[in-house]
């Protein structure tokens, strides 16, 4: 897929200025923790060995959950600095959802329908797919940091994606997806 068009040719979209901000500060913060966390849990395991008989069961627990909690923190710190980064593309050639591990691209033909797509306990609108998109991974060896399904998320970017920029988009590329999306209501 030809993913080198003018402006005029593509249609761009980045998260909302309000969660950029707020991922752009709390990934930082999280890092932060997730380090503070292990060396805190270093600390604790020191002060609470015994001097005579040397590390305890007490010390190893404190070392352990602090360790998992802190390196849990730092995956998280990651995965809130790569939604900064992401964006999605509609052009006449088809949909490309560039992230900061990977870019997922399908042409329209692949495009099924509209619909929702759980996303932990929430649920997400998104291109649906009829076969797997290409993607190209730009961490080759942490290919579970990026989207895992046969769909391509919309809804994070735009308020109410069908009045807005994304809809346009949507009904100048491939308005069928629109009706059926319409007739699906």
Known sequence: ??????????????????????????????CISGGVMIGAGFFF??????VFS???W????????????????????FRLFGYTKTQLILSPHGIVLDTFWEVIQTPWENVERIGTIPIGLASSEAFL???PPQR???WGAFPFLGFQSDSIPMSGFGRSWGDDRVAN??????PSLLKEEMVQS
């Open 54 to 56: 040397g590390f305890t």
């Open 45 to 50: 395991a020191l002060i609470t060995q015994d």
């Open 129 to 131: 797919l009829r076969k």
């Open 58 to 77: 007490i010390s190893f627990l404190t070392l352990l959950f602090c360790g998992i909690l802190g390196i849990f923190m730092i995956l998280v710190s």
């Open 136 to 138: 190209i991974h730009r």
């Open 169 to 174: 988009a949507i009904r100048r590329y491939a």
């Open 1 to 30: 897929m030809n993913t080198t068009l003018t402006d005029a040719e593509r249609a761009v979209f980045y998260l909302p200025p309000l969660y950029h901000a707020i991922y752009s500060v709390l990934s930082p913060l999280m």
